[in-house]
């Protein structure tokens, strides 16, 4: 079946300008996840949805920052006016998993370079 | 801030050799799992161990856990060159669905 999608795959913004970036979860996974992975780095959390309902978003840097998953599908994670600092892998994973830890399943993550 | 430190940071073997990862992690947790990672590509998921399980395996893979050192390592062996990537340990902490990663381990196998 389709694993997690992602997109755009790369994003080039100028300093200052807003982006969005989508994530596709595998259908009926009820957690998603985003992390942020800088160049030689492991991934780092930024927040998590189960459903609709945004349960944990202690890892987003800054208040430019925001993600939504209205219908507890699609994820959208925005930035805004965004810095050089953000400048990174995107990555989102989903999971079966309500309760209790599971596997997450990675999409291939979108690259974000601002200049 | 990440959670832990893997030994190596890169490690360079022959195609055939074994190859040994080691995690090791700061909080009491509720399980580990490993994740290869292919240049600009996604994280895959390899194995997950519980907390109140030492050993587990999975084709060429073994995996070993003490929670008492707060470590872990994942053994390849026979490594192939499609075995070339970075490897991470993941850790959920307790009454936590994120994972924390460490900074991996960029494996290259010669052919």
């Known amino acids: 079946g389709a694993g997690v999608s992602q997109s755009p795959r790369y994003k080039v913004a100028k300093r200052g300008q807003d982006v969005a970036l989508r994530c596709d979860p595998i259908?009926?996974?009820?957690?998603l996840f985003w992390y942020q992975q800088a160049l030689g780095q492991g991934p780092e959390f930024l927040t998590y949805f189960q459903n609709e309902a945004q349960l944990d978003k202690s890892g987003l840097p800054s208040d430019r920052f925001f993600a939504e998953r209205p219908e507890g599908s699609v994820s959208t994670l925005k930035i805004q006016r965004t810095q050089q600092e953000d400048s990174a892998v995107y990555l989102c994973?989903?999971?079966?998993?309500?309760?209790?830890?599971?596997?997450?399943?990675f999409g291939p993550g979108t690259r974000l370079t601002v200049t | 801030s990440q959670q832990g430190e893997e030994d190596p940071q890169a490690l360079s073997i022959q195609e055939g050799e074994n190859a040994t990862m080691n995690c090791s992690y700061k909080t009491s947790i509720n399980n580990l799992q490993w994740y290869r990672q292919n240049s600009g590509r996604g994280l895959v998921h390899l194995i997950l161990i519980r907390s109140n399980e030492r050993e587990k395996h999975s084709g060429r893979l073994r995996v070993t856990l003490d929670t008492s050192k707060k470590s872990s390592s994942l053994l390849i062996t026979a490594s192939r060159a499609a075995d070339t990537a970075s490897y991470f340990c993941?850790?959920?902490?307790?009454?936590?669905?994120?994972?924390?990663f460490g900074q991996g381990t960029r494996l290259t196998i010669n052919p």
């Open positions: 993941a850790t959920d902490a307790r009454g936590a669905q994120k994972l924390v």
């Open positions: 259908s009926g996974h009820v957690s």
């Open positions: 994973a989903s999971s079966l998993a309500r309760t209790r830890s599971y596997e997450q399943y």
